[in-house]
């Protein structure tokens, strides 16, 4: 075994938002820093790097935005942004997580999310208002909806270039294709991380190490043994790199498992994207636009309330349900009333979409699906709708559907004005929610007893505790830097204090 000449500080294990967050910090504390990617450079910044980059972070006014992104005076004249307050984010999360999500975790996140986006922007990244995606024109204002208003400008993929390009200034030192195993110790302490490095090993030795290498979302069998039978057959949504190594590493030396290890992010998907993401396409193979149309499965029945929310709240769950639906597929069916409403995503070119000017000519274009059950639910949700309340498609508008099961609560429409359009969707997993126990103070890892690991830090999808059964869209990132700053605070703290000692 051929030891690194040089060792390190602090060793940070991966290389996405969390990582490079974390990075960073211990960088600002005097630390030096090396960070160990197991992609190449090409395929490096993991499920980052496929992020559409909206920010979800606490904001009372407009002062607020303007700490995290240049607004132009007429840009605040013609919009309004509306708030997420930090009582509405807490609702939110509280309500997602069916009142599960860590009390002292998620209070971090909606208190200081504010903070690590200036904290970021501090650091070269760059926001700009969501305009494509989250805002509607609304009698003359641009009016934004969802409580997301802020996203990374150049998405995921520029987050991650400018973190990037800030940590290459700081003199952190990056090696690709370089994947850790496993931890290694001196007693208890954790001292190092053994790698492989173009298949030769490789000691990194460190003051403290930093795990922030996503959950289990690309590896199949541990996606059966946690999340159950059958999420094994779902796609993958981002890089192919998170197999779940930094928690089997850190489970081995006696870390403590926190969260909802049964429980992930899965969103609709094209049928046939790739086994993993492509970073070419990013997140364009997600179709979010559900909420206007009807989700069909192979017994031509629809099963979830397509408009329970906007689709920020419900999307993260339903991949989960088109799952558990026979082939594991469902069809996104809409008419030509609600087709201008259609997200970016269901215009690119690489996407299963059938077209057809009667509904009997769609129901038999309908892959894998029953036409004549299809056109039975079809028609009693078209007389289900309720027609004395008006459609409004930037609030939840309250038109919902009478007598039929499951309902529809918010944006029904009778389907019954062609152009017909239909897309297939399987699920894609996008991280699991499973992870490690943190001391809050420092991003420590604890052990099975609630002991600090001494030498270990974790961040990033990593830390578990935060999101059960569903998630608020724009959280992970956010969530990311927060504690990926908070590890690497604490993990370069640590090593300079025992540099001095
Ligand atoms: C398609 C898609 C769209 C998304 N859109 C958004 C969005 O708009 N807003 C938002 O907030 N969130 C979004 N997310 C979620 C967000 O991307 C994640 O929550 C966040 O990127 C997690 O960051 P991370 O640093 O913890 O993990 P990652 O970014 O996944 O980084 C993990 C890193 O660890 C490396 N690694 C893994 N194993 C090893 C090993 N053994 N040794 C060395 N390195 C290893 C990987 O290569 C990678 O560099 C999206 C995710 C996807 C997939």
Redesign the pocket.
């Known amino acids: 075994m051929q030891p690194v000449a040089e060792p390190f500080d602090v060793v940070v ?7 490079l967050c974390a990075a960073l910090a211990a960088r600002d504390q005097g630390a030096s820093v090396a960070m ?4 190449s450079e090409e395929e ?5 790097r ?6 979800r972070f606490a904001y009372q006014s407009v002062d607020d935005l303007k700490r995290v992104t240049d607004l132009s005076d007429a840009e605040v004249a013609e919009s309004d942004f509306g708030t997420n307050t930090t009582d509405e984010f807490y609702d939110d999360l509280f309500r997602l997580s069916s009142f599960r999500t860590d009390p002292v975790l998620s209070e971090m996140l909606v208190t200081q999310s504010l903070d690590v986006m200036a904290w970021l922007r501090s650091k070269g990244a760059k926001f700009v208002p969501n305009f494509g995606r989250q805002s509607a024109l609304v009698n003359g204002k641009r009016k934004f909806f969802g409580r997301l208003p802020i996203e990374a400008s150049g998405g ?1 993929p520029g987050l991650v270039q400018a973190l990037d390009k800030a940590a290459s200034a700081a003199g952190i030192k990056v090696f690709y294709a ?3 195993k496993r931890l290694i110790q001196d007693g208890d302490r954790v001292i190092g991380v053994h790698a492989s490095v173009g298949g030769k090993p490789v000691e990194f030795m460190a003051k403290a190490v930093v795990l ?3 959950g289990f979302e690309a590896n199949p069998e541990m996606r059966a043994r946690y999340l159950g039978p059958g999420w094994e057959l779902a796609k993958v ?3 192919r ?3 779940g ?2 928690i089997k590493m850190a489970l081995e030396i006696g870390a403590a498992p926190y969260g909802n290890w049964s429980g992930c992010h899965a969103t609709g998907w094209d049928l046939n994207a790739p086994e993993f ?1 492509d970073v070419n396409v ?2 364009q193979f ?1 179709k979010h636009s559900y909420i206007f149309g009807l989700l069909i499965n192979a017994n031509g029945r629809r099963f979830v309330d397509e408009g329970a929310d906007f689709h920020s709240f419900t999307y993260a769950k339903y991949g989960g349900e088109v799952l558990k639906q026979p082939g594991q597929f469902a069809w996104q069916v809409f008419d030509s009333k609600v087709t201008k409403l259609l997200r970016s995503e269901y215009r690119i070119r690489m996407m299963t979409k059938v077209s057809a000017n009667t509904l009997e000519e769609l129901a038999g274009k309908l892959e894998g699906v029953d036409p004549k059950a299809f056109l039975d639910t079809v028609r009693a949700f078209n007389a289900a709708v309720r027609t004395d309340v008006p459609f409004e498609h930037t609030i939840k508008d309250g038109r919902g559907t009478v007598g039929i099961d499951p309902p529809k609560s918010n944006w029904a429409q009778a389907l019954d004005t062609p152009p017909f359009e239909a897309y297939a969707t399987t699920c894609g997993i ?2 699991t929610f499973g992870g490690l126990r943190i001391d809050p103070s420092n991003g420590q890892v604890l052990d099975v007893t609630l002991a600090r690991i001494p030498g270990l830090f974790c961040a ?3 830390v578990g505790g935060l999101y059960y059964f569903n998630y608020p ?6 969530s ?1 830097a927060l504690f990926g700053r908070l590890a690497g605070t604490g993990a370069g703290h640590a090593s300079v204090m025992e540099r001095a000692s």
């Open positions: 294990v991966g290389k996405g938002n969390a990582a160990l990617e197991a992609a490096s910044g993991g499920n980052s496929f992020a559409g980059g909206v920010m995921g370089t994947r850790a922030a290498c996503g949504r981002g890089t790199f998170n197999q190594d930094g993401g990013g997140d997600q996008t991280f990033g999808e990593m869209s724009g959280t992970g990132l956010v990311g």
